[in-house]
T-cell receptor, first 110, second 113 residues
Framework: DQQVKQNSPSLSVQEGRISILNCDYT??????FLWYKKYPAEGPTFLIS???IKDKNEDGRFTVFLNKSAKHLSLHIVPSQPGDSAVYFC?????????WGAGTKLIIKP | DVKVTQSSRYLVKRTGEKVFLECVQD?????MFWYRQDPGLGLRLIYFSYDVKMKEKGDIPEGYSVSREKKERFSLILESASTNQTSMYLC????????????FGNGTRLTVT
């Protein structure tokens, strides 16, 4: 039973537009919610996080939204740039254990 | 800047061989982790360690073991490699207490033939 789901295996967005990546989860015991970005042949790198007591966190072009009632997490990238093309994983932290989504491949079209 | 170094980027091994994957971190982190990444399955935790000589099973420990003799080094061992262990292996570390993002190495692509 998957606790964390990223329902879109891939997403294609025009350069300059908004990219929205989504993540749904099934239980409420998570303390932190994170997004990681992964390029081919590299390890994932931490992008942005949000604690369970907040509903929004912003860092430059990246904003993470948390809707606890809907058990839904999203990452907004505005404006999207070619270097944003990567696989994005959401990770949910409970007692320092991370539960991961399967990843969404984001493709930014020029 | 945290650095997590995995000793090999690519490995090709035969079925039945014993395989060692090495990972070293330079930030004095207490916690170290081994994951494997497979398409459509995300990152799955194999083993982790909160301290020297300490290990805990993750979600998929079968067929693997680990060793942490020094704080900076965490080794993953495939006792008898099988073709279903062909995967990308990722080592990560973070510190405690409190929330601390994981820092990953660049991964080892292991192929078992």
């Amino acid at each position: 039973d998957q606790q964390v789901k990223q329902n879109s295996p891939s997403l294609s967005v025009q350069e300059g537009r908004i990219s929205i990546l989504n993540c749904d989860y099934t239980n409420s015991m998570f303390d932190y919610f994170l997004w990681y970005k992964k390029y081919p042949a590299e390890g994932p790198t931490f992008l942005i996080s949000i604690s369970s007591i907040k509903d929004k966190n912003e860092d430059g072009r990246f904003t993470v939204f948390l809707n606890k009632s809907a058990k839904h997490l999203s990452l907004h990238i505005v404006p999207s740039q070619p270097g944003d093309s990567a696989v994005y994983f959401c990770g949910l932290d409970s007692n320092y254990q991370l539960i991961w989504g399967a990843g969404t491949k984001l493709i930014i079209k020029p | 800047d945290v650095k997590v170094t995995q000793s090999s980027r690519y490995l090709v091994k035969r079925t039945g061989e014993k395989v060692f994957l090495e990972c070293v971190q330079d930030m004095d982190h207490e916690n170290m982790f081994w994951y494997r990444q497979d398409p459509g399955l995300g990152l799955r935790l194999i083993y982790f360690s909160y301290d020297v000589k300490m290990k805990e099973k993750g979600d998929i420990p079968e067929g693997y073991s680990v060793s942490r003799e020094k704080k900076e080094r965490f080794s993953l061992i495939l006792e008898s490699a099988s073709t279903n262990q062909t995967s990308m292996y990722l080592c990560a570390s973070n510190g405690t207490p409190g929330f601390s993002p994981l820092h990953f190495g660049n991964g080892t692509r292991l192929t078992v033939t």
